[in-house]
Nanobody, 115 residues
Framework: VQLQASGGGLVQAGGSLRLSCAFT????????RGWYRQTPGKERELVAV???????NYEDSVKGRFTISRDIAKNTVYLQMNSLQPEDTAVYFC??????????WGQGTLVTVSS
């Protein structure tokens, strides 16, 4: 089982990027899919999550700018990021959690926002 994240890159402030996380292989019992981010010297922080029932939750600083979604047929989770700011610069990781307590991580994709 792998979580393959992609879509990061360099963008100017105010720009947009869409991150994708493709789940390859079957993970039994996934109930939460999400995106986290991490900058050097800081702990990894939650950005957004989506539950199996479609309910979403966002970190306060990204509310109204980021949107998490999923394509069940493609087994992929997306993070649409609009109005990006330099403080959004980080390595973004996708994540899946199961009802059995297992946690899976993608390899991370770098997002750099220039001012």
């Amino acid at each position: 089982v792998q979580l393959q994240a992609s879509g990061g890159g360099l963008v100017q402030a105010g720009g947009s990027l869409r991150l994708s996380c493709a789940f390859t292989g079957k993970i039994v019992g996934v109930n939460v899919r999400g995106w986290y981010r991490q900058t050097p010297g800081k702990e990894r922080e939650l950005v957004a999550v989506i539950l199996n029932n479609g309910i979403t939750n966002y970190e306060d600083s990204v509310k109204g700018r980021f949107t998490i979604s999923r394509d069940i047929a493609k087994n992929t989770v997306y993070l649409q990021m609009n109005s990006l700011q330099p403080e959004d610069t980080a390595v973004y990781f996708c994540n899946a959690k199961t009802v059995y307590g297992r946690v899976y991580w993608g390899q991370g994709t770098l997002v750099t926002v220039s001012s």
